[in-house]
């Protein structure tokens, strides 16, 4: 079985600072991962994804994340934070041996970015 | 090129009416999902279809039940609303089934039953 925790439900950080949202998931196989972004009244929007290769992905908006499967974790990170930032982001993990293509999202974190 | 396309937007129902949704894919994308997003239960997984069959199915009653057609638009029908049925709905759209794409999703439809 497969699942995604998200360390904090809400975040805030400064304009221009260090944007770190935490993503851990437990999978039985290599799972493949993905952070998404939604803004109020819309749907999810694709940010990076992790399905194999080179475990530091960088993604749209500036934003970037690890994969380091010791510590099942894929931490989205993006160096300065921007106003526009503020969002839900949501972490989701799939099993790619599976036939079907569901996904398992955590529960989000909701980025306040304060001026 | 058009994104995912979902109608209509916002629904109001009454308990125990039914409802369709509907959802154009994106051009060429054959694979259709479909997710349920609620602040209690967060965003889960109702079903999938490919080549108009249905691959995958959530854990949902069987008041939810959904179709593709060949032109891979989908629709999801639910029967006998609920209160909590009120959700947003979203639909997610793949060139093919396999998890590797990540979706493409649709702005949702804002279901509110009353």
């Known amino acids: 079985a497969q699942s995604v925790t998200q360390l904090g439900s809400h975040v805030s950080v400064s304009e221009g600072a260090l944007v770190l949202l935490r993503c851990n998931y437990s999978s039985s196989v290599p799972p493949y991962l993905f952070w998404y972004v939604q803004y109020p009244n819309q749907g999810l929007q694709l940010l990076l994804k992790?399905?194999?290769?080179?475990?530091l992905v960088k993604g749209i908006n500036g934003f970037e994340a690890e994969f380091k499967k010791s510590e099942t974790s894929f931490h989205l990170t993006k160096p300065s934070a921007h106003m526009s930032d503020a969002a839900e982001y949501f972490c989701?993990?799939?099993?790619?041996?599976?036939?079907?293509?569901?996904?398992?999202f955590g529960t989000g974190t909701s980025l306040t970015v304060i001026p | 090129k058009a994104g995912v396309t979902q109608t209509p937007r916002y629904l109001i129902k009454t308990r125990g009416q039914q409802v369709t949704l509907s959802c154009s894919p994106i051009s060429g994308h054959r694979s259709v999902s479909w997710y349920q997003q609620t602040p209690g239960q967060g965003l889960q997984f109702l079903f999938e279809y490919f080549s108009e069959t249905q691959r995958n199915k959530g854990n949902f009653p069987g008041r939810f039940s959904g179709r593709q057609f060949s032109n891979s638009r989908s629709e999801m029908n639910v029967s006998t609303l609920e209160l909590g049925d009120s959700a947003l709905y979203l639909c997610?759209?793949?060139?093919?089934?396999?998890?590797?794409?990540?979706?493409?999703f649709g702005s949702g439809t804002r279901l509110t039953v009353v």
């Open positions: 992790y399905t194999t290769g080179a475990t």
């Open positions: 997610a759209s793949n060139p093919l089934p396999g998890s590797n794409y990540g979706y493409t």
């Open positions: 989701a993990v799939s099993d790619p041996g599976n036939t079907g293509n569901q996904f398992y």
